[in-house]
Structure formats: structure tokens, C-alpha cells
């Protein structure tokens, strides 16, 4: 487990081959085993594969670009009134679950934040991601994951400093 948690990296730009289902189904569901608050499970997940959604999706924010290159756009979304509290912890729990699985199955992931909006950009990005996907306006965006196939060898990143782990106190 390690191993995947420390070969993950950000990738944005992707092959053109296409992911297969059973790829995509073992990745939502290494999501719908994240952990939640009180067992609420607020998240939903849309799987977009529609080279015009996906277009569609790349324009949300100047970030997104690249969701046009990657056969699959995931979106993590949650319904706040399950979870008032803890409907952001819960959904980006199952994101990073996501983000580890295709890791093990030899694809490259981006996480590509939505909630919050984008300053300067002329809609809400949660509204313009429900209008694309047809998302009920009581289920919150949190996120875009790209997933595909890398272009090139990711470079993860090294941990982040032991200074930053304290025992017992501060």
C-alpha cells in the first residue's frame, strides 16, 4: 500500500487509449470503501467519459484543461445535507482511495478542485459541473479527478518533512 500512496503523482497529460470498465468500476469502488462521519456516505460519483462533456469540463478553470486528453473524468460530488459537517472530509476521502487505486492499476490521476469557485471565472465552478453532468442542485462539486493512461513516466514527489510530525505535544 505504501508503494502506490508513494508512486502517486498529479498527471496531465494522458494517452488516448481508452480505460477499461472494469478499471473504472475497481476505482469508484475503492471510493465507496473511503471512510465517512456517522456512516453517512454522502458521495456521489459521475463517470464521464463523453469527449464533449469532458471538453465540456475543461473549461470550468484554467486547470482543467487537460481533462480533454483523459479518456475519464471523475466527479466527486456529496450530498451536504447527509453530512452537513463532514460532507468535505468524507468526499475527499474517497477521492484519495481513488487516486491510490488507479495507482495500482497503472494509471495517472489528477485531482482538480471545483468547490470554492475560481475567481474570474464568469459562473460558479460547482454550477457550471452541474449543468454539464445534470447534478441536483442540493449535491455539492467537490472535485474532477482526470484518469487515464500517463504520456509520460509521473514523478511523484518525496514525503513531506518528519519535522512536521510531533509526538504527544507540539
Known amino acids: 500500500m505504501l508503494e502506490a500512496i508513494a508512486e ?5 497529460s494522458y ?7 472494469e ?3 475497481t476505482i469508484v469502488e475503492a471510493a ?4 465517512s462521519a456517522n456512516n453517512a456516505r454522502p ?3 459521475v463517470v464521464v467519459r463523453d469527449e464533449g462533456k469532458r471538453q465540456q469540463l475543461s473549461r470550468v478553470h484554467q486547470w482543467a484543461s487537460f481533462c ?3 479518456p475519464v473524468v ?3 460530488c456529496a450530498e451536504e445535507q447527509a453530512s452537513p459537517h463532514w460532507w468535505i472530509e468524507d468526499a475527499c476521502a474517497a477521492v484519495e482511495n481513488a487516486l491510490i487505486q488507479a495507482v495500482d492499476l497503472g ?3 489528477c485531482w482538480i478542485g471545483i468547490r470554492g469557485g475560481s475567481p474570474g471565472h464568469p459562473m460558479s465552478t460547482e454550477q457550471h459541473v452541474r449543468e454539464v453532468c445534470g447534478i441536483p442542485e442540493r449535491i455539492r462539486v467537490l472535485a474532477l479527478v482526470s484518469l487515464g493512461y500517463p504520456a509520460s513516466v509521473p514523478h511523484p514527489k518525496a514525503p513531506g518533512p518528519m519535522e512536521h510530525v510531533h509526538h504527544e505535544s507540539w
Open 8 to 12: 502517486r503523482a498529479s498527471v496531465r
Open 15 to 21: 494517452k488516448p487509449d481508452p480505460v477499461a470498465d
Open 68 to 70: 480533454t486528453q483523459s
Open 32 to 35: 465507496l470503501h473511503a471512510p
Open 23 to 25: 478499471d473504472v468500476q
Open 43 to 45: 458521495w456521489h460519483i
Open 107 to 109: 494509471l495517472g490521476t
Open 74 to 76: 471523475l466527479v466527486f
